[in-house]
C-alpha cells in the first residue's frame, strides 16, 4: 500500500532530511521509497516543504505528492499561514511539532497528533547555528504516531546518517519525541 507523506517548515529547519530520515527507516525495513524536495526562491526561513513515499511495492509516480496520508509539520507557526490540510485524505493525520495538545491546536476535519520538537531539541541541546534542530524528533513522533515505520527503524537510519556523539543526541530526540507524542483521536 503506497503511502505519501508531505513535510511543511521553513528554510533551515530540516524538512528535506526529514524526508531522507522517513525514506531510509522504511527502506531499511525493506519498503520501497521516495524523498525529494519542493524548492522555488526559498531562503532560510522562508515557508518550505518536501515530501515522502513509502510501499510494499516499486513506485511508479514521480510528482510531487498532492493528497497526502500525513502531513509532518515543523514549524509551531506554519500550519497558521500555511494550509497544512490542503489535500489531506480523510483518513489522514498531522504530526505538529508544537506545546499545544492536538484539540487545542484549531485544526478540524483530520487526525492530529502533538509533540513539543522544539522542548526536545532545547532540552538536549541539539542546536544548529543557534536554531533546535526538530526533524529528528518529528520523525521519532511520525512513527508513532502512523506505525508506518518502526521507532528502532528511525534510530537506526539516524545513527547511519549522523556518527558519534551527534548520532546519539539525535536518536535520543527521536525515542523522546515518540514517548511524548499526544494523539487528539
Known sequence: MLKEIRIHGRGGQGSVTAAELLAHAAFIEGKWVQAFPYF???????????????????????SQVYNPDYVIVLDPLIYKTVDVTEGLKKSGIIILNTTKNP?????????????????????????????????????????????????????KAIKETWSGAAGEKNARAAELAYDRLMKGW
Open 40 to 62: 522555488g526562491a526559498e531562503r532560510r526561513g522562508a515557508p518550505v516543504k518536501a515530501f515522502a513515499r513509502i510501499s510494499d511495492e516499486s513506485i511508479l509516480v514521480h
Open 103 to 155: 484539540t487545542e491546536t484549531g485544526i478540524k476535519n483530520c487526525k492530529v497528533a502533538a509533540v513539543d520538537a522544539t522542548g526536545i531539541a532545547l532540552e538536549l541541546n541539539l542546536l544548529v547555528a543557534g536554531s533546535p534542530v526538530v526533524n529528528t524528533s518529528i520523525i521519532g513522533a511520525f512513527a508513532k504516531a502512523t506505525g508506518e515505520v518502526k521507532l528502532a527503524s528511525v534510530v
